[in-house]
């Protein structure tokens, strides 16, 4: 099927168009996409593909739900959006309030804004301010965790792994963080005494100008896809209370369900002091985020100096992007969302398991919604591509990691091929 006018519109996009972490003189091929249903994308050449990335975590119920496509057109005919300066409206209340009800206890005040890494500024500049409110001026620095990421704006950014979020390109301009190793016990398993060791040292090395501890409780997802043990996050927990600083949970993938647990943190039976979501919040209609916080904190942020928390972006709490999540949230509760991660988990590692002996890979490992390769050697993403798409498959590997969080409502039989397809490419390497 030759359409001129896609043809020209692809070569402007060549041209013209960034994509995400891409070359303007020498693009990877893209797929122009006309539609999306359930779990399929259907590419302009009629061709469907069944999606293994949930359009990266947040796409949870399936591409145009029938129940999250009239919750956005209610929302449209009565307004898309007002300004959040002096207004406030239903979506925003309704969701927040349901917001506070299932994440951990205690926290109950709720910041929305308009991406994930913007979530993730907001908690750094909320965690700062706290520790400004109570005279600790020289608490602004934050521990992270190698192997971490927390999205591409600079806060953030200066809190991913050092190496893969290519601090070295920006240096001089990030603030400059604290660094543990990356937790090295898996999923499932006590503290390995070396995690716990250097969680200790480096709180008693730094805690008198770290103001928080950033992490992605039990899966570190961009930075590696590496699973680890609820302990670490119960030790650092009991640490951050005992130094004086700030547990900061991004549970902008994990949240809503992926891992097994409606939030990561349960998994450890903590709750942080700080709450990242976003991803799947809306179930992936719209941009939307939250930064939620205890009572502790707002009141002493509110207190301080300031008066206030310093930050209110132009597209807060879009109402429609809060009708749409409000939605999602409340059609991912109202099924047996828990059982279903555990059919995904289980059918992930069935279909998996036969890589785990093959040369070409290091490891398998699957945790909820999520599964995992990972190669021996980095895959060359070019090649691997249109391999996927030949499978009928949208698989979209990064370094030495094929993986999948595919949507929550995907079939056995879709699941199978999915995974089928996988297979075949990795052992056509
Ligand atoms: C994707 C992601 C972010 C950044 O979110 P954006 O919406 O892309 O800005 C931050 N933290 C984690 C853990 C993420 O997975």
């Known amino acids: 099927m030759h359409d001129p006018k896609l043809t020209d519109a692809l070569a402007f996009d060549r041209e013209h168009i960034w994509h995400p972490y891409s070359s303007m003189t020498d693009p990877l091929e893209v797929y122009p996409v006309t539609s999306a249903k359930g779990v399929r994308i259907t590419l302009a050449n009629g061709q469907t593909l069944i999606d293994g990335m949930a359009s990266w975590w947040s796409v949870i119920h399936g591409y ?134 250097a969680l200790e040292r480096t709180f008693k090395q730094h805690h008198t100008e770290a103001a928080a501890l950033i992490l992605e409780p039990i899966v570190q997802g961009a930075g590696g896809m590496r699973f680890y043990s609820a302990d670490y996050i119960r030790h650092a927990r009991r640490l951050c209370d005992q130094y004086g600083c700030l547990l900061i949970a991004d549970e902008i993938a994990t949240g809503f369900g992926r891992t097994g647990q409606l939030f990561a943190c349960e998994h450890a039976n903590i709750a942080p002091d700080i709450l990242c979501l976003g991803k799947a919040l809306t179930g992936g209609y719209l941009s939307l985020a939250a930064t939620l916080t205890t009572d502790h904190v707002a009141k002493t942020i509110s207190q301080g100096g300031a008066g206030c928390f310093m930050h209110g972006p132009t597209f807060m709490a879009n109402p429609l992007a809060c009708a749409i999540a409000l939605e999602s949230v409340t059609l991912l509760l109202e099924g047996d969302w828990k059982s279903n991660i555990l059919r995904l988990e289980a059918q992930l590692t069935q279909h998996l398991a036969i890589l785990k002996n093959h040369p070409k890979v290091a490891d398998v490992r699957c945790l909820g919604g999520i599964g995992v390769v990972e190669l021996n050697a980095p895959c060359e993403l070019k090649r691997l591509q249109p391999k996927f798409v030949e499978e009928g498959i949208w698989v979209r590997p990064f370094g030495k990691l094929v993986y999948v969080m595919p949507p929550y409502v995907i079939t056995d039989e879709d699941l199978a091929t999915l995974c089928q397809g996988i297979v075949r490419v990795v052992t056509s390497l």
């Open 64 to 197: 145009g739900h029938p129940r999250l496509n009239q919750a956005a057109k209610n929302q449209i005919d009565a307004f898309s959006h007002v300004m959040f300066g002096g207004l406030t409206h239903m979506p925003a209340m309704d969701l927040a309030q349901k917001l506070v009800q299932i994440t951990p206890d205690g926290l109950e005040k709720v910041f929305f804004s308009d991406s994930g890494s913007v979530s993730v500024e907001v908690a750094i500049k909320m965690a700062l301010q706290y520790q400004q409110a109570r005279g600790y001026t020289r608490k602004n620095r934050i521990i992270s965790l190698r192997r971490g990421y927390h999205g591409d704006t600079f806060a953030a950014m200066s809190v991913c792994d050092p190496v893969t979020g290519m601090h070295q390109i920006f240096q001089g301009a990030l603030p400059s963080q604290i660094f543990l190793p990356a937790p090295e016990t898996p999923f499932g398993e006590a503290l390995l005494a070396s995690d716990l060791d």
